[in-house]
């Protein structure tokens, strides 16, 4: 009987008991309208809020998905760089933020993605930058990338698309980061004088040293909604100016207004817009031979 009473009947008390615990991603909030958001659902939704319609950031492997055909595409591993040049270290060495932000990217090693594949039935190269690595910030690895994205581009003969989401320059990497400003514009040359498009994405937030450089040089520029885009802070701006900044300041609509911005696509409807694009740019012939035919018929 103690047995039953010492052991065996606490054992089944704990078991019907026992509570069932929700994983702890199951459900979010949008930081906009502060609805709940059933994880699945939000994803299935290219993380746009169903709700309000606030698009959230996007990082490059679960963005590459929705632009290419079918999905499918080839990733091309950055050119290998010093991983710390300048040993630096603040509150911790940088060698460790970059294996831990490595731990954290979904197989990338820096802050840039670039992959290839048909979109529209075209070859197009893709480079995007991850916010989520180090605050998308751009380094010698990620110049590196970009380099690497506008040569495939120029010896595939194909668009080059670029996806920016960046705080700006590395500062672990000093002048170093600087220097890819540079590197990147004459990266963006090379592709213009062979002739093929160059179309920039600006998403949530494009700021600092990638909006000095390659992110403004498209030939057309498309930003998703409410992004925030400029080279330094609105707060910083204000401070310096001592001015009220008007609403809506440095946001993609703003840009949109005063002729910044070619265009604010929702992320459902830039795969399509894209294609559109690239059809445009690439084959103008035939698309005045189909308008002729339009306006003929």
Not at 105 to 110: E, H, L, N, V
Not at 121 to 127: K, P
Request: net charge positive; aromatic share 6%; charged share 25%.
């Amino acid at each position: 009987m103690n047995w039953l009473t010492n052991f065996v009947r606490p054992k089944l008390r704990a078991l019907v008991s026992r509570k069932k615990e929700a994983p702890e991603n199951l459900w979010l909030k949008c930081p906009k309208c502060e609805q709940m958001l059933f994880t699945r659902d939000w994803e299935a939704n290219q993380e746009v809020c169903t709700h309000c319609g606030h698009h959230m950031r996007l990082r490059p492997m679960k963005r590459l998905p929705h632009v290419f055909d079918d999905g499918k595409f080839e990733l091309h591993p950055l050119p290998r760089v010093v991983s710390d040049p300048l040993k630096f270290r603040d509150t911790k060495r940088y060698d460790a933020r970059l294996k831990e932000a490595q731990g954290k990217a979904q197989g990338s090693t820096d802050a840039l993605v670039v992959a290839s594949g048909l979109m529209g039935n075209r070859t197009t190269v893709v480079a995007a930058l991850d916010f989520g690595f180090m605050g998308g910030s751009m380094g010698t690895a990620v110049g590196d990338g970009l380099v690497m994205a506008s040569e495939l581009a120029v010896n595939r003969k194909a668009p080059l698309i670029v996806f920016s989401a960046s705080g700006g320059a590395r500062m672990q990497e000093g002048i170093l980061s600087l220097m890819q400003l540079t590197r990147t514009t004459i990266a963006v040359r090379r592709v213009k004088e062979a002739g093929l498009p160059y179309i920039v994405v600006l998403t949530d937030p494009t700021t600092g040293g990638v909006s000095a450089s390659f992110a403004m040089l498209g030939d057309i520029h498309l930003a998703e909604p409410e992004a925030i885009i400029g080279f330094a802070g609105p707060r910083v701006i204000q401070d310096t100016i001592r001015q009220e900044l008007p609403p809506g300041f440095q946001r993609s609509e703003y840009l949109l207004e005063h002729g910044m911005v070619d265009a604010v696509v929702h992320r459902h409807k830039l795969r399509e817009t894209l294609i559109r694009l690239v059809t445009l740019l690439m084959d103008p012939v035939v698309i005045e031979s189909r308008s002729v035919a339009v306006a003929d018929g």
